[in-house]
C-alpha cells in the first residue's frame, strides 16, 4: 500500500497560484502512475493531470489545460500539481492518487490509494 499525503492548498484570490505536493510513503516505488483529481460540493470527481512511470503526461478538462502543470521530484516520491491563473472555479478538494498498474490515467479505477485531500479556495 502506498500512503499519500498532499499539502500545499489554501486561499487564494482569483489570477493567484498555488502549487499543491503529493508525497508517497510506504511502497512509494510501486506507483506507476500518479495523478490529481478534485472534487467541488455537489459535484462528482473529476480527472485533473496525471503521469506515469517514465514521466509522460497528460492533463484533464480544458478548462486547466495551459494553466495547470504536472510534474515530479526526482526522488520520483513527490508529485506536484502547479496551478496558476486560478479561477473561482477551480474550488475544490485535490487528491492525490496513485496506481500500480498501467491505465487510463484519467479513470478513477486505475488508482488503488488515495490521500486525503487538501483543499483549494479561489475568491473572486
Known amino acids: 500500500q502506498v500512503l499519500l499525503v498532499e499539502s500545499g492548498g489554501g486561499l487564494v484570490q482569483a489570477g493567484g497560484s498555488l502549487r499543491l505536493s503529493c508525497t508517497a510513503s510506504?511502497?512509494?516505488?510501486?506507483?506507476?502512475?500518479m495523478g490529481w483529481f478534485r472534487q467541488a460540493p455537489g459535484k462528482e470527481r473529476e480527472f485533473v493531470a496525471a503521469?506515469?512511470?517514465?514521466?509522460?503526461?497528460?492533463l484533464g478538462p480544458r478548462s486547466v489545460q495551459g494553466r495547470f502543470t504536472i510534474s515530479r521530484a526526482s526522488v520520483r516520491s513527490t508529485v506536484y500539481l502547479q496551478m496558476d491563473s486560478l479561477e473561482p472555479a477551480d474550488t475544490a478538494l485535490y487528491y492525490c492518487?496513485?496506481?500500480?498498474?498501467?491505465?487510463?490515467?484519467?479513470?478513477?479505477?486505475?488508482?488503488?490509494?488515495w490521500g486525503q485531500g487538501t483543499q483549494v479556495t479561489v475568491s473572486s
Open positions: 503521469l506515469d512511470w517514465s514521466g509522460r503526461s497528460t
Open positions: 492518487a496513485a496506481g500500480s498498474q498501467r491505465g487510463t490515467m484519467s479513470d478513477p479505477l486505475a488508482y488503488s490509494d
Open positions: 510506504g511502497r512509494a516505488l510501486s506507483w506507476y502512475i
